[in-house]
């Protein structure tokens, strides 16, 4: 029924009991879910799920944090991940102004050759953007996104920006956050952003919606976000399930 299009369950915090989660997935809904990596050991982590799950793809990536040391033989290795069956994109790739765990020139010239990648292989790309949004839209802006398709992960900018990026060909991805009380500008986002441009995600083992705030996320509590975008829009919980399930198959290409 749900497509969580955004998760990390090779995180360490799944260790104890990683088997059990997922194998708890059909029971609750959740049809499909595509594990993101962010560095070259995550990245080959989530193609071995997508290997041992059919209901799992792999996205693969280095995420900003992780960018500092990067170099052309680690591009050819994310080259050589990419091109298994069960891989669907490249990412989480971007931009992060928060922690700056990488320095701000390397971030943005990794994201910029991740790009390039993406546009060499004719896979979509799945963008990390994080207090970074001027640098991050003007890079997107250098690329014909729409060839190959994106996702801006974990939306957190204004609707004027979201519009801009569903002209660029790509998905709004909403996760926990949409469901928190004071989160304006995520409702305001998911109310005015069509149906049609959203995914929902999320983004476990981190940002758990209401009512699970405060505990460790999985891909079964994407029903919280759909359902919160359902009581957004006036619709169906089964609708906003069906119409984004339909979106996250199209961008990742799943038939």
Known sequence: MFFDSHAHLDDDKFNRDRAQVIGAMEGAGISLIANIGDDLETSRKSLVLAKKYPFIYAVVGIHPHHVEKLTESDMNELALLAEEDKVVAIGEIGLDYYYDNSPRDLQKKWFKRQI??????????????????????????????????????????????????????????????????????????????????????????????????GTRNDSRNVRYVAEKIAEIKGISVEEVAKQTMENAKNVYRIK
């Open 116 to 213: 390039e990648l993406a546009m060499e292989l004719d896979m979509p790309i799945a963008v990390h953007n994080r207090d970074s949004n001027a640098d991050c839209m003007e890079i997107l802006k250098k690329f014909d996104i729409r060839k190959i398709g994106g996702i801006m992960h974990c939306y957190s900018g204004s609707v004027q920006m979201a519009k801009e990026v569903v002209s660029m060909g790509m998905y709004i991805s909403m996760a926990g956050p949409v469901t928190f009380k004071n989160n304006r500008r995520g409702i305001e986002v998911a109310c005015e952003i069509p149906l049609e441009n959203l995914l929902i995600e999320t983004d476990s083992p981190y940002l758990s919606p209401e009512p699970v705030r």
